[in-house]
T-cell receptor
């Protein structure tokens, strides 16, 4: 399996709930990063994981957290959802993070 | 402040005309710059990065540190170039961050 796959593709949650989004990295990639893309905006960097450790973080509150597993797949968890969290969430993987990323198709999260 | 600015939301050009998509950045160190492209109903994909100095699909981009710019250029636009283009910066010191611009939609008219 090549390429980055994300699940689910769409999700609707209620304000205050928690959500977990999943990502399978491209084969051979050991670095994964997550982005939030609001409508009409560029992707906003949430954080990056390299070999299961967070090694980069954007300006997002601690209720945004993540995990990277030994097989380099990854999760994004968001607690206490707010309406403004509604966005497209993109996962991207790379080998080491310096040579550009391969992006997934994203998960569209709607918070109502 | 670390920032990537793409001043044009929409750029329309005729087929065969030259194209220049502007990107300016603000970063105190030596950044790594990238261009990503998103064709209709497809995922975001890497177009080129400054460090490799390559030409992809006829597009080139030169990093100008004096002007803090990384404009994307193509001498003759094709209809299949119509897409959303994002300029991105990767920080090279301290905590890694990627900063994307807001994107420019390129429309190539027949």
């Amino acid at each position: 399996e090549t390429g980055v796959t994300q699940s689910p593709t769409h999700l609707i949650k209620t304000r205050g709930q928690q959500v977990t989004l999943r990502c399978s990295s491209q084969s051979g990639h050991n670095t994964v990063s997550w982005y939030q893309q609001a409508l009409g905006q560029g992707p906003q960097f949430i954080f990056q994981y390299y070999r299961e450790e967070e090694n980069g973080r954007g300006n997002f509150p601690p209720r945004f957290s993540g995990l990277q597993f030994p097989n380099y797949s990854s999760e994004l968890n968001v607690n206490a959802l707010e309406l403004d969290d509604s966005a497209l969430y993109l996962c991207a993987s790379s080998f080491s993070g310096t040579d550009g990323y391969t992006f997934g198709s994203g998960t569209r999260l709607t918070v109502v | 402040a670390q920032r990537v600015t793409q001043p044009e939301k929409l750029l329309s050009v005729f087929k065969g005309a030259p194209v220049e998509l502007k990107c300016n950045y603000s970063y105190s160190g030596s950044p790594e710059l990238f261009w990503y492209v998103q064709y209709s109903r497809q995922r975001l994909q890497l177009l080129l990065r400054h460090i490799s100095r390559e030409s992809i699909k006829g597009f080139t981009a030169d990093l100008n540190k004096g002007e803090t710019s990384f404009h994307l250029k193509k001498p003759f636009a094709q209809e299949e170039d119509s897409a959303m283009y994002y300029c991105a910066l990767r920080t090279t010191s301290g905590t890694y961050k990627y900063i994307f611009g807001t994107g420019t939609r390129l429309k190539v008219l027949a």
